[in-house]
């Protein structure tokens, strides 16, 4: 028999980096094995299970056979109740044929950036920011250009910014709000300024606002309806706590339901049908009163957690005001959170996550710790903590 030999990988994976937090969680799973404990202080997901009338609507999508494909869009259903969602949250009209249901607020990601990046084209992002970002641009083979952020902007790329980097070749500028890793929010009057900024260089502006709900002493606005070059992404994963089911969307502006649907068939053929079914409840007064009081649990974890990492030397200078992150600036302990993240789980049994994930800028410097573990436990992480950082 002939053999065969490996083929060539496709040269855009050269541009493709792993999570570097997974070895930290492998690590840490090992420690666990051996009987050590470990505080998670490195996961992007609510520690709290899908809400009871969600599961109950998921269980009951089973047993009465919704076991077939929808529509590539999504259950009209929900559409109607997403768009029913925008009325009543932001008294904004968005009709249901502009939502395009999603697997997760990736898939959004991925059909948003297919939509309005061709190969050479350039997307500008945030450093730090949310590390799939750039992989998107980078699988469609754009070029992601990051662009360094900090507190002063409250890590946002500001209307300025944007009317200096933009370039020829550049299509779509991305906004995250509330921002993953640094749980701030964009002001509605730059997220219309850089909307009107891209629109009047002929791009496009995608806000992602997968963290909405989360929001702590504040109220964020969305971004749809905002322009009719504006694209916005969100997720039944983390306010609604279906991180699992693999269910978001995608708004589109007018006249590009079409291609977004095209493309969706093709990419997805649909979300999942059962999540679908299931997410209905999520907009039922039962489910609501669950989400508002883990929002509460996870605003007392903020104000504990944010106030304990001052006090152990971390910096948090962009006070985040919404997701469940701290990106803390650990320059006063550390030149290299990488290694001091290994340490940290290693000698006092920590995970956190360092700021190489989120991008190149001052990376070396923060690490993020979420809150996404209870008051209890993270009270004995900052215990840990404090006792590694006295014995170094
Ligand atoms: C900013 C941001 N966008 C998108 C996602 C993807 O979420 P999902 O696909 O679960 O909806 C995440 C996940 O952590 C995120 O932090």
Redesign the pocket.
């Known amino acids: 028999m002939q053999q065969t030999q490996s083929a060539p990988l496709a040269t855009r994976l050269a541009h493709i980096e792993p999570f570097h937090v997974m070895a930290l969680l492998t690590r840490a799973r090992a420690l666990e094995a051996a009987g050590r404990s470990v505080v998670h202080m490195e996961i992007?997901?609510p520690d709290f299970p899908t809400a009871e009338p969600v599961v109950a609507a998921g269980i009951e999508a089973l047993r009465s056979g919704h076991t077939q494909y929808t529509p590539a869009a999504g259950l009209p259903e929900l559409r109607e109740a997403i768009a029913g969602h925008y009325r009543t949250r932001y008294g904004v009209a968005v009709p249901a044929d502009r939502i395009i249901v999603t697997?997760?607020?990736?898939?959004?990601?991925l059909l948003g950036i297919a939509l309005l990046v061709d190969p050479g084209a350039e997307a500008l992002l945030p450093d730090p920011?949310?590390p799939?970002?750039r992989h998107f641009v980078a699988a469609l083979n754009g070029v992601p250009r990051l662009l360094p952020v900090g507190p002063d902007s409250g890590y946002q790329i500001t209307p300025q910014r944007l009317a200096a980097e933009w370039t020829p070749e550049t299509a779509l500028a991305m906004v995250?709000s509330p921002?993953?890793p640094t749980g701030t929010l964009a002001r509605e009057g730059d997220v219309r300024a850089l909307a009107a900024g891209a629109g009047a260089r002929g791009g496009a502006l995608l806000v992602?606002e997968?963290?909405h709900g989360l929001e702590y002493g504040t109220r964020a606005m969305t971004a749809a309806g905002m322009g009719d070059n504006v694209f916005v992404?969100?997720?039944?994963?983390?306010y609604f706590g279906m991180?699992g089911w693999?269910?978001?969307w995608l708004v589109v502006p007018p006249g590009y339901e079409s291609d977004a649907e095209k493309l969706a068939q093709n990419l997805f053929i649909a979300a999942a049908t059962i999540s679908q079914h299931a997410a209905l409840a999520c907009f039922t007064d039962a489910a609501e009163a669950i989400f508002e009081e883990r929002r509460r649990a996870f605003e007392a974890r903020l104000e504990f957690l944010a106030n304990a990492l001052v006090e152990l030397g971390f910096e948090i200078p962009g006070r985040p005001q919404g997701?469940f992150y701290l990106y803390s600036d650990c320059s006063r302990l550390t030149g290299d959170s990488f290694a001091f993240a290994e340490r940290l789980l290693e000698e006092a049994g920590v995970a956190a996550t360092p700021g190489l994930d989120f991008g190149d800028h001052r990376a070396a410097e923060h690490i993020r710790f979420a809150y996404t573990n209870s008051l209890e436990n993270l009270r004995e992480g900052v215990e840990r903590m404090r006792s590694f950082l006295a014995s170094r």
């Open positions: 992007g997901e697997p997760g607020a990736s898939g959004a990601l920011g949310y799939c970002n995250g921002s993953n992602d997968i963290y992404v969100n997720s039944f994963s983390k991180t693999r269910l978001g997701a």
